[in-house]
């Protein structure tokens, strides 16, 4: 079997470039969900409920999305095919999403229009996401990934700067930020529009500067042949099978990710009763608040940024993932205590340390525990569960943690740092050869 050789940064780039128009959609999404089922009607305690959707199709279809592409060889590559599929099913339903409170439905089918919209949205989005961690796994050589995951991670946050901003942007530059009862804002509308016509011409360049291997080339420089990973997948053997790190590494990602659904989910109305004093919906006060959260949003992406440029820098893997973590746990127990706007972008900075170690430090460690091993691809999907069981599990108990702790949005942040401070501390069980804490 030969060596995967280095690839050039500009190789390894393009691998991931593509991101930043799906990291777009992502960030739109993450800043405005709340937002947009709020406008429409929805109670505070039932929020957490609409999160519950976009991590369960991320945990049925990226799997099978994973497995699909472990068996396809066609002219167009093996994974670039789902990326473009995924991204044209996402630009369709970006332009659909935010309109569910336009179309003069009644407010509870406007609820289920944006309910469904939200099921193709993540759907397509999860589809989109898969295949550029594949790439990764497929192309790059062990030394590099913690660089292409860097790259990547890079990337990410560099769309969500630009997804995170676009409502107050637009609102700057005289586009409208309030509307009817129900309706959502012209600001937000236009900002999905934008973001689905970003997102398609970055999967366009992608997919053109990009040249997956044959199963010749595959095979030359993979420990299993192609046949061998085309075989059908057990899903239940191959969790039996997997590593220790896919466990070690899942455990962490628990709690981060629970910890961020909560972020995602309650953000906007700590913002708003925090800073704006007002948990009334339909005001303009509310809509300048989920305007804020996106700036904030753009600071913590922000940190993400230069934080994913310092993570490859530390010699101790562990003591960066770790560190990262508590960093961004002390953004969140000081947020609820900050009733200035602008001093509310040093705690989303913070948290923006945790996030880039997040999309960096998992997938480097179970991809390299991955090699020698057959159905790469249906491992990562399967290892994308670690990402969306715990949101799901976070958004289908929200509501009830909101009730007990007094039913102030507010406080689901300190309940964010204590899951962040336990995912710091679960780092401590990965085993890893070349970082030992």
Known sequence: MKQKKDLSFWKLWNLSFGFFG??????????????????LGADPHSLSYFWILPPLMGI???????????RTWCRFGRRIPYLFIG????????????????LGMAVSTAMVFGLISLMFLDTSINMAMQPFKMLVGDMV?????????????FLCNSGSLVGYVFPFFFTAIG??????KGVVPDSVIYSFYIGAAILILCVLYTSFTVKEWNPKEYAEYNELKPEAEEQKANWIELLKNAPAMFWKVGLVQFFCWAAFLYMWTYTNGTIAETVWNTTDVSTAAYQEAGNWVGVLFFCQALGSV???????????????????????????AILPYINDKMLLVMPFVLIGCAWAAMLAMPFAFVTNALEGYGHKGAYLGLFNGTICLPQIIAAAIGGHILSLIGSHQYSMMTVAAVLLVLGAVSVGFIKDKKSIL
Not at 60 to 70: E, F, H, K, N
Not at 141 to 153: C, D, G, P, T, V
């Open 22 to 39: 799906v990291q777009i959609a992502y960030a739109l999404q993450s800043a405005n969900i709340s937002r947009i089922f709020a406008t």
């Open 60 to 70: 049925l279809v990226q799997p099978i999305v994973g497995t699909l592409s472990d």
């Open 87 to 102: 991204s044209a099913v996402a630009v369709a339903v970006m332009c659909l999403l935010p309109n569910a409170g336009s």
């Open 141 to 153: 050589n062990e030394k590099q990934k913690s660089l292409a995951y860097s790259i990547q991670s």
């Open 175 to 180: 586009i409208a930020n309030e509307a009817p």
């Open 306 to 332: 230069v934080w994913a440029m310092v993570l490859p820098r530390f010699k101790n893997e562990k003591l960066g993932y770790a560190l990262s973590l508590i960093i961004g746990a002390a953004g969140f």
